[in-house]
Nanobody, 120 residues
Framework: QVELVESGGGLVQAGGSLRLSCAAS????????MGWFRQSPGKQRELVAS?????????ADSVKGRFTISRDNARNTVYLYLQMNSLKPDDTAVYYC????????????WGQGTRVTVSS
């Protein structure tokens, strides 16, 4: 398993920016992909953005052009970031960092979540 620690959520006005961070206690060599998901009340959890070990990125249509996922690799820790610009009230949700380990086909490790609230 992977320990994931998230930070960076908060309250921001529409049009503002936030940067989410996640520290994963694993070497990049054991990770297939990492991603940010979000869930708002009454809605299913959705993938916001993901990045593979090779650096390929994928974004939900609703955040393309506004959010950027990135990653920094240390020896036994991988840091995942989500830069969120031009935030909208619809972006309000709890955001989760997740990891897909190399030997798994699903995102099986999850952080505790960090809340993002965008006021209009």
């Amino acid at each position: 398993q992977v320990e994931l620690v998230e930070s960076g959520g908060g309250l921001v006005q529409a049009g503002g920016s936030l940067r989410l961070s996640c520290a994963a206690s694993r070497s990049i060599f054991s990770i297939n992909a990492m991603g940010w998901f979000r869930q708002s009340p009454g809605k299913q959890r959705e993938l916001v953005a993901s990045i593979t070990s090779g650096g390929n990125t994928n974004y939900a249509d609703s955040v393309k052009g506004r959010f950027t996922i990135s990653r920094d690799n240390a020896r036994n820790t991988v840091y995942l970031y989500l830069q969120m610009n031009s935030l909208k009230p619809d972006d309000t949700a709890v955001y989760y960092c997740a990891v897909k380990l190399a030997w798994r086909t699903d995102f099986g490790s999850w952080g505790q979540g960090t809340r993002v609230t965008v006021s209009s």
